[in-house]
Nanobody, 119 residues
Framework: QVQLVESGGNLVQAGGSLRLSCAAS????????MGWYRQAPGNDRELVAV??????NYADSVKGRFTISRDNAKNTVYLQMDSLKPADTAVYYC??????????????WGQGTQVTVSS
């Protein structure tokens, strides 16, 4: 079993910055991809950014403002969010695609962290 623990959500004014972190823990696993989704009230959960060993991808709405990075030694992914807008207000969920010792590939989700951007 793999656990994802997020941190860094907060209330910030428009134009400000926040950095989210997500650490994966467990035993005998390898991470294939990590990323962030977000869900605002009344909206579907949407992909924000994802990172693999080969690439990074971003939603059009955050390109140029958000940066995803990963520390493989710590099994941790970060989301640096700059130039925040009220439209970025949402619960942000960490996501990981993990291969476990049996060879199975499973998705895992964090519990979510609230980001609120005031105008």
């Amino acid at each position: 079993q793999v656990q994802l623990v997020e941190s860094g959500g907060n209330l910030v004014q428009a134009g400000g910055s926040l950095r989210l972190s997500c650490a994966a823990s467990g035993s005998d696993f390898s991470i294939l991809a990590m990323g962030w989704y977000r869900q605002a009230p009344g909206n579907d959960r949407e992909l924000v950014a994802v990172i693999t060993s080969a690439s990074t991808n971003y939603a059009d709405s955050v390109k140029g403002r958000f940066t995803i990075s990963r520390d493989n030694a710590k099994n941790t992914v970060y989301l640096q969010m700059d130039s925040l807008k009220p439209a970025d207000t949402a619960v942000y969920y960490c996501y990981a695609v993990v291969r476990i010792t049996t060879g199975h590939v499973n998705p895992y989700w964090g519990q979510g962290t609230q980001v609120t951007v005031s105008s």
